[in-house]
């Protein structure tokens, strides 16, 4: 089994920034041959990729809606990935989940092997 436990959520003014952890664990598993991400999922609104990043440390992905804004980053040695969120909007209020995969991308909601129980995110205007 694979353990994703987010942290770093919470209220943040416009314009404020937040950096959500991801820290994963389990008996078997090797954190530096595995893909991750980060989604989000608003209220009304389907679960959507925000960004994600390989083993290697050269390929990193961003939605539009969060390019320059954003940054993906991972720490091998501690088996974490963090979401470095900046200049935050309301529109990006949403519950924000960890995703993980062995064997490819994470850029669907489709490719997700393991999940975390996602943090709440809330801008104020």
């Known amino acids: 089994q694979v353990q994703l436990v987010e942290s770093g959520g919470g209220l943040v003014q416009a314009g404020g920034s937040l950096r959500l952890s991801c820290a994963a664990s389990?008996?078997?598993?090797?954190?530096?041959?595995?893909?991750m991400g980060w989604f989000r999922q608003a209220p009304g609104k389907e679960r959507e990729i925000v960004a994600a990043?390989?083993?290697?440390?050269?390929?990193?992905y961003y939605a539009d809606s969060v390019k320059g804004r954003f940054t993906i980053s991972r720490d091998n040695a501690k088996n974490t990935v963090y979401l470095q969120m900046s200049s935050l909007k309301p529109e990006d209020t949403a519950v924000y989940y960890c995703?993980?995969?062995?064997?490819?991308?994470?850029?669907?909601?489709?490719?997700?092997?393991?999940w975390g129980q996602g943090t709440q995110v809330t801008v104020s205007s």
């Open positions: 995703a993980g995969r062995r064997d490819g991308p994470v850029y669907s909601e489709n490719d997700v092997q393991y």
């Open positions: 389990g008996r078997t598993f090797s954190f530096i041959s595995h893909h």
């Open positions: 990043i390989s083993w290697s440390v050269g390929h990193t």
